[in-house]
């Protein structure tokens, strides 16, 4: 085991929920040179001043970083641009394994951080931000006793059964709370009935316009929480950003349907 960071009840970097937006994607070019990032090889990724993120005080960055198309089994490693690559690793995988990892990582003096592959054969990566710390952030971490939100396998407590492919389920997680801005969850996917990844994203609507009917089809970002393949159990971690009214979705983008597990373990408030 190896740590990163620590949340402290004393003055410290709070943090700023965003929009989930995908920063670099080694397969068409997105925010890096296109082509697999090579085996032992490290790419830079823009930080400070990119998709409306800050330009300058950003002290950490909340990411999910997938790598995908891998030629070897190795690993990935987030680390301040400008440093040596730690013996560390955020994300393990094996040969053409797609698998995500989220992950907090320090920011670089030149607002950047690195991705290094541990593998000694080249591979895709994917990298998307979900929030950053910084001193002019208002929100802090509380931790709560786990707790299950969701289980569609549980017919006592859901009704609608799996999630089909190409749907969503909404989630009011802070509609009583507008101080709350973000959620810390895990998420894990079962009983998949084929390949695909899952979105976890703010929603726009209000509860009362989904009670009433009136709630629009919400866009879903070109992002992704994890991934998985026909008949994997797969979890990871998300700091997810709710929307206006505190509603949270969660897309199934895959070719077939699946059972979602959703657990609590904190949050983001205003101080």
Known sequence: MRYTGYFT????????????????????????????????????????????????????????????????????????????????????????????????????????????????????????????????????????????????????KWSSGPLPNGDYIYMPLGNRSPDITGFVLNTTVTNTKGAGYLTVSPDPNSLAQYNDGSAEWPDRPLVSTLNWLPGHTVPNLVQATPGPDGIVDFWNSGSGSLDLVVDAFGFYQND
């Open 9 to 156: 009840q004393s003055a410290a970097s709070g943090y700023t929920a965003v929009a989930p937006t995908r920063l670099a994607d080694t397969r068409n070019g997105t925010g890096v040179a296109r082509g697999q990032l090579a085996g032992h090889g490290s790419f830079p990724v823009q930080i400070a001043g990119n998709s409306g993120l800050l330009s300058s005080g950003i002290t950490a960055v909340a990411l999910n970083v997938t790598v995908t198309g891998s030629h070897e089994a190795g690993y990935l490693t987030a680390y301040p641009d400008g440093q040596q690559p730690p013996l560390a690793s955020n994300v393990n995988f094996g040969p053409g394994q797609t698998i995500a990892n989220s992950v907090i990582v320090p920011v670089g003096s030149d607002g950047k951080v690195s991705i290094f592959n541990g593998s000694p054969l080249p591979t895709d990566v994917v990298v998307d931000v979900v929030g950053y710390y910084s001193e002019a952030s208002k929100s802090a971490y509380l931790p709560i006793l786990p707790k299950r939100l969701l289980d569609t396998r549980d017919s006592t």
